[in-house]
């Protein structure tokens, strides 16, 4: 089983681009790995500043705000995406440990840039977290180029595998931020050390932790080795013709899609306005 684990770790590492040692699949969802890191990275007091455009900003508010950490939001409407600019301003005044961006927000369709922002956030003192459950393998995404600290993913998105294991992986500056905090994660299960140990990412004799999801592990490895053979850039080609192909027949049709700009719109989820004269309980309640 641990050569499946550490042929999971190479697989991770190609899809996120990096070289972080400190590179896993834990046992649970993408929301899982969002505890994870929020477990791990924050202690009580600790500044924290969350963007806030969607669901999965709400969600890592409010579980900072769980761990007691002085949690800062920066809202936006649904569509928005935030400028280097507007973030500077943020990392300005709250002076946070750590910062929170969704690179695809799910919930509205939109992608947020992330070029120059570990820059700027390593200018202030400041550790990058970011979220790619709904992007990952349909856009393109650099981790150490980009100079991301944290980031996590699913396995049932683009890489196709049973939902129920995530990918995380942390850079030797957020590696330094667990192992010298000064009070314990408040969960075991995703104590960041033990996991580290049981994926023999700290060159020790590795430990039983938990019994992992053998069968969501095998899956995983498949899944991984797959987009490995198509290649990064393949997959995000092909993501981005079907989605272009799919726009012009949704324009084609009528339909204005929610967000406006070409550029800002996820390749892996698209959204559609409300058509005038429809309220959109009516097409969910419809849909269901």
């Not at 507007?86 to 799910?106: C, D, N, R, W």
């Not at 996590?152 to 030797?172: E, H, M, R």
């Amino acid at each position: 089983m641990y050569q499946i684990m550490d042929e999971i770790k190479q697989g991770i590492q190609y899809v996120f681009q990096t070289r972080n040692r400190l590179t896993l699949a834990v046992s649970g969802s993408g929301h899982c790995a969002l505890e994870a890191a929020l477990f791990n990275l924050l202690e009580p007091g600790d500044s924290f500043l969350v963007g806030v455009n969607g669901i999965w900003g709400q969600r890592a508010a409010e579980i900072g705000e769980r761990i007691g950490a002085r949690t800062h939001q920066m809202i936006k409407d649904p569509g928005g995406y935030y400028t280097k600019q507007e973030v500077e301003e943020g990392l300005a005044q709250h002076k946070p440990v750590l910062l929170f961006l969704t690179q695809g927000e799910s919930s509205s369709g939109v992608l947020q840039p992330l070029d120059g922002y570990g820059e700027l956030c390593h200018r202030y003192q400041c550790l990058l977290l970011v979220d790619t459950v709904a992007s990952l393998g349909g856009t393109p995404i650099h981790m150490d180029q980009q100079g991301i600290d944290v980031l996590y993913s699913g396995s049932q998105k683009v890489l196709n595998a049973p939902p129920g294991t995530a990918l995380i992986s942390f850079s030797d500056k957020a590696k330094n931020k667990i192992y010298s905090r000064k009070t314990k994660p408040y969960s075991f299960y995703l104590d960041m050390k033990w996991l580290a140990n049981f994926w023999g990412c700290d060159d020790k004799p590795r430990m039983y932790h938990h019994t992992t999801p053998v069968i969501s592990l095998f899956s995983l490895r498949e899944s991984l080795a797959l987009i490995a053979e198509e290649g990064l850039e393949n997959s995000w080609r092909r993501h981005r013709d079907v989605t272009a192909y799919l726009h012009g027949r949704l324009q084609g049709l009528g339909l204005q899609l929610f967000v406006k700009d070409p550029a800002l719109r996820l390749p892996t989820v698209t959204t559609i306005a409300v058509p005038a004269g429809y309220d959109w309980r009516d097409i969910v309640k419809y849909l269901i």
